[in-house]
């Protein structure tokens, strides 16, 4: 499973549509198995 979490300065941004980044982390088995951040288009 893959989530994305809106982010500004390494902190969740409560704005979806006007963060900065996004961060997406990769779920495996109950365990974040990868981070990578991308940034807003």
Not at 9 to 32: A, L, M, P, R
Request: proline share 5%; glycine share 4%.
């Amino acid at each position: 499973m893959r989530i994305a979490v809106p982010t500004i300065h390494s902190h969740v941004d409560e704005h979806f549509g006007h963060c900065e980044f996004y961060t997406v982390y990769t779920i495996e088995n109950v365990k974040v198995t990868a981070k990578e951040t991308l940034g807003s288009p």
